[in-house]
């Protein structure tokens, strides 16, 4: 069982940056895909982008292409998620999740409880 818990989230103007972190609990994190989704009020879950196993591969959403970048170190038990450029509307609650496999899909076991990250105009 991996337990995740993030940070980083604030509040931040149109054009600049925050840095998430997701610190892993257990042994086996090496042994799951990582992911970061969020969530904005009244809209659905989406994801934002993830990494493999070794982040060797990662995906990114088209809206965050360019902008965001996910990396992990498992000598640490870390996914972080570097956001540049951010925009009003990438404000949400943004969540890590731990899976079997790397996908921007519905493929994740284990998720945390979320930072608010707020981009003002």
């Known amino acids: 069982q991996v337990q995740l818990v993030e940070s980083g989230g604030g509040l931040v103007q149109a054009g600049g940056s925050l840095r998430l972190s997701c610190a892993a609990s257990?042994?086996?994190?090496?042994?799951?895909?990582m992911g970061w989704f969020r969530q904005a009020p009244g809209k659905e879950r989406e994801s934002v982008a993830a990494?493999?196993?070794?982040?060797?591969?990662?995906l990114y959403a088209d809206s965050v292409n360019d902008r965001f970048t996910i990396s992990r170190d498992n000598a640490k038990r870390t996914v972080e998620l570097q956001m540049n450029g951010l925009k009003p509307e990438d404000t949400a609650i943004y969540y890590c999740a731990a899976g079997p496999f790397l996908s921007l899909g519905d493929s994740y076991t284990y998720w945390g409880q979320g930072t608010q990250v707020t981009v003002s105009s």
């Open positions: 990494i493999g196993l070794r982040g060797g591969s990662t």
């Open positions: 257990g042994r086996t994190f090496s042994s799951y895909a």
